[in-house]
């Protein structure tokens, strides 16, 4: 499977973008879609994440109420709509697989996820 993130770009605080994640190739329906994201010196962080089969989600506290996070299944796409954006928003967004076998709770670990591709830069202007 290939990744490919898009829909980044420079905003003003309080503004919104949608964030786009392509995948190409089968995800198997245990599999779990993440949105993290990394801000220059900062380590990587699980932003939000979505189940395939289900579509259950899991939020970061930091995005809770402003960050949504949706799949469309048969166009193989899983988006990161970002409201009430924040300067502290800033940063590289990145979207990957957690290849799962059987239904599994959420984890938040970088290394439990992989099939990343590039990311799209998000900047929020003051």
């Known amino acids: 499977v290939q990744l490919q993130a898009s829909g980044g770009g420079l905003v003003q605080a309080g503004g919104s973008l949608r964030l786009s994640c392509a995948a190409s190739?089968?995800?198997?329906?245990?599999?779990?879609i993440g949105w993290f994201r990394q801000a220059p010196g900062q380590e990587r962080d699980l932003v939000a994440a979505?189940?395939?089969?289900?579509?259950?989600?899991y939020y970061a506290d930091s995005v809770k109420g402003r960050f949504t996070i949706s799949r469309d299944a048969a166009g193989n796409m899983v988006y990161l709509r970002m409201n009430g954006l924040k300067p502290e928003d800033t940063a590289v967004y990145y979207c990957?697989?957690?290849?799962?076998?059987?239904?599994?709770?959420?984890?938040?670990?970088?290394?439990?996820?992989?099939?990343w591709g590039q990311g799209t830069q998000v900047t929020v202007s003051s």
């Open positions: 979505i189940t395939w089969r289900e579509g259950k989600t």
């Open positions: 990957a697989t957690r290849r799962l076998p059987v239904r599994t709770p959420f984890s938040s670990r970088v290394s439990e996820y992989g099939d």
């Open positions: 190739g089968d995800i198997l329906s245990n599999w779990h």
